[in-house]
C-alpha cells in the first residue's frame, strides 16, 4: 500500500467507500465511482422529463472577430415555478456557446460586473498565456479585459468557464461555464447530421436550498471539509434544466457532450427500454474528430471531458422514449434526459469510415518524461501529513502535484516549445487530469486520438504523448474535480 493510500486512511479514519461517511471524513469515493460527497437538496426535487431541453444561446462574433460577454447575477428559473440566482455569462446558465471557425481570431471581450473577481479560460484552447486565464490574472469587480483566441487548431467542441484562483469550484457552479464550439468548414463535406439535428449538451450536476437558490458547502471561503472530495449535486441539469426531454426525429444526431460537472464522473448510455441498448457511434473526443468512428454502447466522461457522438433514433420505433442514463449514478442521478422519437423522417446524413487524420507520434522522438503523481497532500517521507488546519482550526485538506500543494509562480516543468515529451500521471483517487495549452495523444481503440483532460482511475498511471506546440509562457495542469483544484492539485509548467 503507497504512503498516499495510508493518507487517506488516515484521514478518514477508516476505509472510504461510500458516501455519508463519519462526520470529518472527506468522502474520497461514491458508489458512483465519482470523488466526493452528495450535497442534498432541500426542497422537493423535480418532476425528470417535464421540462423541454432548452436551446443554448448561441454567440457568434462579428465580421471582426469580436464578441462581447458580461459575467452577471440573474434570477433565472431552473425549477419549474422557481427562481434561482445565477453567476453567469450574459446571465445565462449555462452561458451562451461560443460558435467560431478554426483560423479565425476571437476577440472577446468580458466585463465583469460581479462583485467578486473572476479569470476567464477557454479550455482546450491553444492561447497565448496572457489571454489563457492564469488563476490570478483577475479581472476586477467593474472591470472588462479583451480576451484574445488564435484559434489556430483543430476544430472541436471547448468550452469556457471561470478559473478564478481559489474559487473555480464555486463560480463554476454559480454558473460561470459555457460551450464553445470550434468549426472547420472543411468538416461540412463528411455529412454527419447537422443544423437542427446537432444539439450541445452541457451537463451540469447542482443541489438546491429550501428557497430553490443554489447551495455550495463553503463557509467564510473555505469548503468544508467533507466536501473536499468533490461537490456532487443531486439534480442533473441538462443545458440548464432538470431532466430534460426533447421530442426528436427518427433520424440520426449528432450530439457534443460535454460533463461540465464540478466533480461527478458520468458513464452515458442510450436506453430504449426493455433493455434495448443504442449504438453510440462516437466521432469526436476533448480534441476534435477521431480517424474513425468508435461504436460503443457506453461512454464515459470525467468532469471536463467531451464527446462528440452520433446516435440514430431511427433504431427505435416512433412512439419510443430513449433515456440518456448515467450508468454510475443511483436513482434519479441515474438518469439525464430523454428522448423522445416523435416522428419519421427523412435523413440524409451518414457517419463515414474516414473522419479525419492524426499523425501517430513516433514515441522515439520523445526527448523527455515527466512524472506527475496526483494525490493527498502527504509530502513524501515517512511522516507526511494529509491535512493541515486554517487560522480558524478547520482541516483543510491539501490535494497534491509530486508532493507539493499548488504555488503560483513555481514551475514542476520547462517543456521546450517544437519537442516532444511524454508524461505519466500516477493516482491515489480518480483525477481528471488537464493541462492548459498542449493537448495529449491517448491511444483510443486502437487509433490515435487528441484529448485535453484524461480520466485517470484510482491508483492507476496513465501515459499520454504530448507535443509541445503554441507558445511560450507560463501555464497549468491541473485537477479537473474543481474542488481538487481549489484544494491545490494545480501545478505551473513554462514553455520555453
Ligand atoms: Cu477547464 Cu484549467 O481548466
Ligand atoms: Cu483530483
Known sequence: MSLSRRGLFSLSGGIVSAVGLTACGIALSSPGGSTGALLPSRLPLPSPFATELPRLTPLRPDRDGRAAITVRRKAIEILPGRTTEIAGYDGLFPGPTIEATKGEPLHLSLRNELDVPVVNHLHGGVTPAEHDGYPT??????????????????????????????????????????????????????????????????????SFGEDAELVYPVSEGVIEYRYHGGVLGDVMLVNGAPWPYLDVDAARYRLRILNACNARRLELAFDGGSGQTTEIAQVGTDQGLLTRPHRRSALTLAPAERADVVVDFAQHAVGSQVTLVNRLGDEAMGQVMRFDVARRAKDDSRVPERLSTIERIDPAS??????????????GGSSGHASHADA?????????????????????????????????????????????????????????????????????????????????????????????????????????
Open 137 to 206: 490574472d483577475l479581472v476586477q469587480p467593474w472591470h472588462a479585459r479583451d480576451y484574445h483566441y488564435p484559434l489556430d487548431q483543430r476544430a472541436a467542441t471547448l468550452w469556457y468557464h471561470d478559473h478564478a484562483m481559489d474559487l473555480t469550484g464555486p463560480n463554476v457552479y454559480a454558473g460561470m461555464a459555457g460551450a464553445f464550439v470550434l468549426r472547420d468548414p472543411a468538416e461540412d463535406d463528411l455529412g454527419l447530421p447537422g443544423g437542427e439535428r446537432e444539439l450541445t449538451l452541457v451537463i451540469t450536476d447542482r
Open 366 to 379: 520523445v526527448v523527455t518524461t515527466r512524472d506527475f503523481r496526483l494525490s493527498l497532500g502527504a509530502t
Open 392 to 496: 480558524q482550526g478547520r482541516s483543510l485538506a491539501m490535494w497534491a502535484v509530486n508532493g507539493r500543494p499548488y504555488e503560483p509562480g513555481v514551475d514542476i516543468a520547462r517543456p521546450r516549445l517544437g519537442t516532444v515529451e511524454r508524461w505519466r500521471f500516477t493516482t491515489d483517487v480518480h483525477h481528471p487530469v488537464h493541462a492548459h495549452l498542449v493537448h495529449f495523444q491517448v491511444e483510443q481503440d486502437g487509433a490515435p486520438a487528441w484529448k485535453d483532460t484524461i480520466d485517470v482511475g484510482p491508483t492507476s498511471r496513465a501515459e499520454v504523448l504530448v507535443p509541445i506546440e503554441g507558445y511560450r509562457g507560463r501555464y497549468v495542469l491541473h485537477c479537473h474535480n474543481l474542488e481538487h483544484e481549489d484544494r491545490m492539485m494545480m501545478a505551473d509548467f513554462s514553455v520555453v
